[in-house]
């Protein structure tokens, strides 16, 4: 049965143990050509920006694993079985006050549902080396302790 939400509004991510370390999920990250990652600890997810955790590993004692990123890790609720059409899910969105909501869980791969279209583009293109601590947006080009294209002096993080 082909369930009633444009797959427009979701990207497909994987999901690692919470007790992943940084450089495993950027691997992964860089594999899926996502700049996002699912993490779960059998019963909760919680999804990580690929910014959150290149920061991470660029700035020492960070953490080493995505267990250590309790502040970059946002909870996300698991879709209900029983919803009707995409208008119900993006009520039920609201009603829950999430962004995203997980859906369709295989064992290593989930769909990360979200109806902000610049939330979904932001997982939708490669983690790069370099992210602004500020903003966390990309930074290409970068260089460590830089200032990013923004301004935000001395704030770009590079591994
Ligand atoms: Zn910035």
Do not use: F
């Not at 997980?102 to 939330?119: A, F, G, K, Q």
């Amino acid at each position: 049965m082909t369930r009633d939400y444009d797959t427009t509004n979701s990207v497909a991510l994987s999901v690692v143990d919470i007790d992943a370390t940084l450089e495993e999920a950027l691997e992964r990250m860089r594999q899926d050509q996502r700049s996002g990652i699912v993490a779960t600890d059998g019963t909760r997810y919680w999804l990580l920006h690929a910014a959150d955790v290149v920061i991470a590993l660029a700035v020492p004692d960070s953490g080493r694993t995505l267990r250590d990123l309790p502040r970059a890790r946002i909870p996300v609720p698991v879709a209900p079985q029983a919803y009707e059409s995409k208008t119900m899910l993006r009520h039920w969105l609201d009603s829950v006050a999430s962004k995203y909501v997980v859906m369709d869980i295989l064992h290593h791969r989930v769909r990360v549902v979200t109806y902000h279209e610049e939330l979904q583009l932001r997982l939708e293109s490669s983690p790069v080396n370099c992210y602004c601590a500020v903003d966390k947006k990309p930074v290409p080009s970068g260089a460590n302790g830089g200032t990013c294209p923004d301004g935000h002096a001395g704030q770009v993080c590079c591994i």
